[in-house]
């Protein structure tokens, strides 16, 4: 006789990448083993892109992917809207990213430029800074507006960094960056980071660097050119007002909202009113995310999944807690 399969809160095995600007504060500051790889650049802690599938670790659904659960929960798993919408491809990618090194000048295509380039979602992401060494920047968008040829020539010439916008970071800065927008994670920065459920980057400028063999990565010159948003804007760095035992919204977009969580106590969330999936990423801390008698412990550098059929949450703690809470709207 086989287990009957059934829905509670999920946790996933972690997907390790090694690359090239990796560094290991996914072990030294999140505690994750990234062994055998000589570090670690990204962690993808629930996804559910092809080759890149989670597998839940525990539970009666252990060893199944999430295409596998969607197909067979359907909307009580992910959503009637989210199913009808999506189907069994899961709509989120969730990740930790360490920038040992500067990441490459990149960008990412929308949905309309994926779908015919790719078959694949756009890639709108958020970061969430949980770890900034002294100094650190990144990259956001352009620092004025610029029409194609102008940028062009600046790639050409070499000159680009000077029409990019560099934004000084340190930790619990969060910044939303919609698909088109250029970008690049600077060196020293531990991120999480949520984004639709893509792969796709164009990278436009690598800092001519070479890996273990002398080969410089690929670039995508010609698919970044329609790509990219040319325009500047003033909302780069998302302004929060953080508090303590209280939900904060930080992100709103038309592919998931995302809150702050930092409670010393314990917290119920209701979510009667939404037809999504929810996602907890810990940043700090540890809980217990309790649905209906079902429980997952949570701690710092770890997810976990609450199916949509579960609208009560109630979390509980005894050190507190700092969480990112995402489903989409």
């Known amino acids: 006789m086989t287990d009957k399969k059934y829905l509670y809160p999920l946790k996933f095995d972690t997907i390790f990448k090694e690359k090239i600007w990796g560094g290991t504060k996914v072990r030294d500051i999140l505690g994750k083993d990234f062994s055998p790889l000589k570090n670690c650049g990204e962690t993808w802690e629930i996804s559910g892109v092809e080759g890149n599938l989670s597998k839940v670790s525990e539970g009666s659904l252990k060893g199944m992917t999430i295409p596998e659960i969607t197909d067979m929960f359907k909307e009580e798993f ?72 102008e940028y062009l020539n600046h790639l050409q010439n070499e000159t680009l960094i000077d029409i990019l916008n560099e934004e000084s970071v340190e930790a619990g800065d969060t910044f939303y960056l919609p698909a088109g927008r250029v970008h690049t994670i600077g060196k020293g920065l531990l991120i999480a980071e949520i984004q639709q459920s893509s792969d796709v980057t164009y990278r436009i400028y690598d800092f001519d660097r070479t890996d273990d063999e002398g080969n410089r990565r690929e670039l995508h010159t010609e698919e970044a050119i329609e790509a990219l948003d040319y325009n500047t804007h003033s909302d780069f760095k998302i302004k929060v007002q953080k508090r303590l035992n209280e939900v904060v919204p930080l992100v709103e977009s038309e592919y998931f909202k995302t809150n702050l969580l930092e409670f010393s106590t314990g917290i119920i969330r209701e979510h009667y009113n939404k037809d999504s999936f929810i996602i907890y990423v810990c940043l700090e801390g540890e809980a217990e995310i309790t649905t209906l008698g079902q429980t997952a412990k949570i701690s710092k550098g770890n997810a976990v999944l609450v199916p949509q059929k579960f609208p009560e949450v109630h979390i509980k703690t005894n050190l507190g807690f700092k969480m990112l809470e995402t489903y989409l709207p």
């Open 78 to 149: 992910v959503g009637k809207k989210v199913y009808q919408k999506y189907g069994n491809n899961f709509p989120l990618l969730i990740k930790f990213i360490d920038a040992a090194q500067d990441l490459s000048i990149q960008v990412h295509p929308n949905n309309k430029l994926a779908k015919e380039r790719h078959n694949s979602l756009g890639k709108s992401e958020m970061w969430y800074v949980l770890q900034a060494n002294k100094n650190a920047k990144l990259i956001s968008g352009f620092n004025k507006d610029i029409s194609k040829e």
